[in-house]
């Protein structure tokens, strides 16, 4: 039978070197994954030959933990199907979460894209969240040579901070700056201090099975934004040095900002909005989440999840999950600044802006707003 609770899926990512394969032989072992099935690229890289002990069918192994580890044979949405059709089968055991590990060069929204915009997997399988791991040694020389490094740290929801036990502690300090500016909403784990456990790595999105109400606040993280608001116009470093490091060609083109208001918005005016912007400008849109107070039904808030030109289908909640019934958005752009996504929100929220676009002229014309920065 069918299980209608869309199964969580974990993207775990971070650049060749950056420790995902020992974070993964970790969190294996932790009893929260015993019902897991983990997709990888090839079993001889990923390095799970202690855990292996029993051969399931071809490309799939049972894990010491009770886990199911599947290799993917070409396309990922084949593979994710494929593990579908058995489970509802009974072929293999009811998995409740499935993680998918990444190649060290690989951009992870396709990866997002892949879950988001099939038909029937979107209705099987939901977001939960993304890790990425980043070398404590070596993280800001990656960052400043790989802009998929980059792209991997900024649509993150969990940052791992791996080797920060055998790094420079400066080069630590600049490190997690430049991170909190690249991506201010992601939760910052420290591997080596024993931060980085299935508790703290998992159900980091709205995808909640069952009756729990998601903490928001936690997922949107809307604090860290005005947090870097604050901080803005004070200099805390030590000079020129420190923003040349935490500061690159790369980072410059990585926005990450929030939107709030009061104001509801109805939901004709929300399609029209979440159609334009991935249309107009979805290459450069890297992630996108939120919770919005509709103007039909302000009692029952709508989660909000996209990646690029995808947006999920909205999530509707059953109740607000504190006194806090503000619309809030997040969004992480790439060579989009945040003033168009603003004006283009305005345009169709009735949100009073200087220099807010005619709606009208919008309407007629997506691509009305300017494709790169200012």
């Known amino acids: ?6 199964l969580p899926v974990t993207v775990l990512t971070g650049f060749l070197g950056s420790g995902k394969t020992t974070l993964l032989n970790r969190l294996l072992k932790d009893p929260a994954l015993a019902d897991t099935v ?9 390095g799970l030959d202690h855990l292996l002990i029993e051969a399931v069918e071809g490309d799939m192994v049972l894990l010491s933990s009770g886990c199911l580890c599947c290799s993917v044979r070409g396309d990922l949405v084949a593979t994710l199907e494929d593990l579908l059709a058995r489970r509802d089968s009974g072929a293999i055991a009811p998995f409740r979460r499935a993680v998918i590990e990444t190649t060290g060069l690989a951009d992870p929204a396709p990866v997002l894209s892949a879950v988001m915009s099939h038909p029937w997997l979107g209705t099987r399988y939901a977001i939960d969240g993304v890790v990425t791991t980043v070398d404590a040694v070596n993280g800001e020389a990656t960052l400043d040579s790989h802009v998929e490094a980059v792209k991997q740290a900024a649509v993150a929801d969990r940052l791992v901070l791996t080797k920060s036990d055998i790094a420079d502690p400066a080069a630590v300090a600049r490190l997690t700056r430049r991170l909190a500016r690249l991506n201010p909403s992601a939760r910052l784990l420290d591997a080596a201090r024993g931060e980085a456990t299935a508790a703290a790595l998992l159900d980091s999105s709205p995808y909640e099975a069952g009756a729990k109400i998601p903490d928001v606040a936690t997922w ?7 947090d870097r608001a ?3 116009g004070h ?5 020129p ?21 009061d104001r509801p918005i109805p939901v004709a005016a929300l399609d029209l909005f979440l159609t334009l912007l991935p249309s107009a400008h979805g290459p450069r849109l890297l992630r996108m989440k939120g919770i919005v107070r509709i103007a039909e039904d302000p009692d029952r808030p709508v989660v909000l999840h996209g990646v690029q030109h995808v947006v999920h289908p909205p999530v509707v909640l059953p109740r607000w999950p504190d006194a806090d019934r503000r619309t809030r958005l997040v969004f992480i752009t790439r060579d989009l600044d945040e003033s168009y996504v603003r004006k283009l929100w305005d345009a169709f929220a009735g949100t009073p802006a200087i220099d807010t676009p005619d709606r009208a002229a919008l309407v007629d014309n997506p691509l009305a707003l300017p494709r790169g920065n200012a």
Not at 245 to 261: E, G, K, L, Y
């Open 1 to 6: 039978m069918t299980d209608p609770t869309p």
């Open 38 to 46: 983990v997709i990888v690229n090839e079993f001889g890289e990923v």
């Open 220 to 226: 949107l993280n809307e604090e860290a934004f005005r």
């Open 235 to 239: 200099d805390h470093g030590s000079g």
């Open 230 to 232: 604050d901080h803005a």
């Open 241 to 261: 040095d420190q923003d040349r490091h935490d500061v690159n060609r790369h980072d410059a083109s990585i926005r990450a900002f929030c939107m709030a208001t």
